[in-house]
């Protein structure tokens, strides 16, 4: 009986794990040409920093991109978080204690995108959409955004529209 459940196990390991590899193998390599040329502004921007700490090299992750429509208008928005990107030479260079970069761009009617935020930030959520137009996204800040210290629970809102915006540090 223990020979079964022992074989069992190792079967459900082996499936679990082929099934992972098969989703990280789904997930497309991070290719910058594959991004309108505003948005290949954000990598230049992080190559250029990455660069200059020591000449050091960047790689950008599969998931530093996504793109979905916040401002309601049915265009695909873009999000560029440097959360998961590394630089050889200073690992840290894309992310402190303020958090990591993030751009966010807005398509705009006449087939270009405009940088609306840019700033660091510890996380974000896109809030579900009660109705149709723009939607709100939860930035989790520095404290110092929120009249307290760095590692206090600090949130702003902000509903995304193609007018680019940015929160006071007080």
Known sequence: MIGKSLLACALLALTVGAAAGQEAAKQAPFNANDYPAEIRKSFDAAVKECRQADDGKVTFAADTVRSVDLA???RQDFIVSLENATCSTFESVFCGTGGCSLD??????????????SNNVRGYKILPAMKKGPRTIRFDMHGGYCNTYGAADCHKQRRIT???FAFENR
């Open 72 to 74: 309601g208008d049915g």
């Open 162 to 164: 193609d007018q680019p």
């Open 104 to 117: 966010i761009y807005v398509a705009l009617p006449d087939g270009t995108y405009r940088n609306v935020f």
